[in-house]
């Protein structure tokens, strides 16, 4: 089954601390990783996709195949960063293409 | 270039009204799609529609009907509300693919917040 786990719902640091937000998968084709980003007040949007292998805001994420990971990193975060992270998985289920999304982890960046 | 628009924004319905949420787009998406975000549950797929006149069942479409009569609208309905269906809902949409084959972002509405009591 496809599946998108993150593990922590809660994640709070420092100003210029930096910051991993945790992905794991589980897909049994070739999977398109995605995280999307929902500030206070805004509507859901796309970070940063992992083929396009792109550093947006700072973030990067590589995807582990082995470890089946996408793991979200920034080296200095910044208060703005807080928000709500999802990752999502694309794959084609029942015939369509869709995407699967993580719980979340709302990320808090303190002063 | 509205994007994806919802109405309406907020609704608090009693247990057993009925309601109808619209989900416009103006990008000629072809695939439209009905979520629901819940604390801890992050979003589940409820209704999904890849083109004019068709739609099928997501992850968690009891409760919920659909329709897409015309290209740019995706209507999602509760003939039956009840506490359960308390939450926040998004409509997206999407190409069908990009360029090179790859899944094309999924572009969101603002959200809708119903409250069943």
């Known amino acids: 089954a496809q599946r998108v786990t993150q593990p922590e719902k809660l994640l709070s640091v420092f100003k210029g601390a930096p910051v991993e937000l945790k992905c794991n998968y589980s897909?049994?084709?070739?999977?398109?990783l995605f995280w999307y980003v929902q500030y206070s007040r805004q509507r859901l949007q796309l970070l940063l996709r992992?083929?396009s292998r792109e550093s947006i805001k700072g973030f990067t994420a590589d995807l582990n195949k082995g470890e089946t990971s996408f793991h979200l990193k920034k080296p200095f975060a910044q208060e703005e960063d807080s928000a709500m992270y999802y990752c999502?998985?694309?794959?084609?289920?029942?015939?369509?293409?869709?995407?699967?999304f993580g719980q979340g982890t709302r990320l808090t960046i303190n002063p | 270039n509205a994007g994806v628009t919802q109405t309406p924004k907020f609704r608090v319905l009693k247990t057993g009204q009925s309601m109808t949420l619209l989900c416009a787009q103006d990008m000629n998406h072809e695939y439209m799609y009905w979520y629901r975000q819940d604390p801890g549950m992050g979003l589940r797929l409820i209704h999904y529609?890849?083109?004019?006149?068709?739609?099928a069942k997501g992850e968690v479409p009891d409760g919920y009907n659909v329709s897409r009569l015309k290209k740019q609208n995706f209507l999602l309905g509760l003939e039956s509300a009840a506490p359960s269906q308390t939450s926040v809902y998004f409509c997206?949409?999407?190409?069908?693919?990009?360029?090179?084959?790859?899944?094309?972002?999924?572009?969101f509405g603002p959200g809708t917040r119903l409250t069943v009591l």
């Open positions: 897909y049994s084709g070739s999977p398109e």
């Open positions: 999502a998985l694309s794959g084609e289920i029942q015939g369509a293409q869709k995407l699967v």
């Open positions: 992992h083929i």
């Open positions: 997206a949409s999407s190409y069908s693919r990009r360029r090179g084959g790859s899944t094309d972002t999924q572009y």
């Open positions: 529609s890849v083109g004019e006149g068709t739609t």
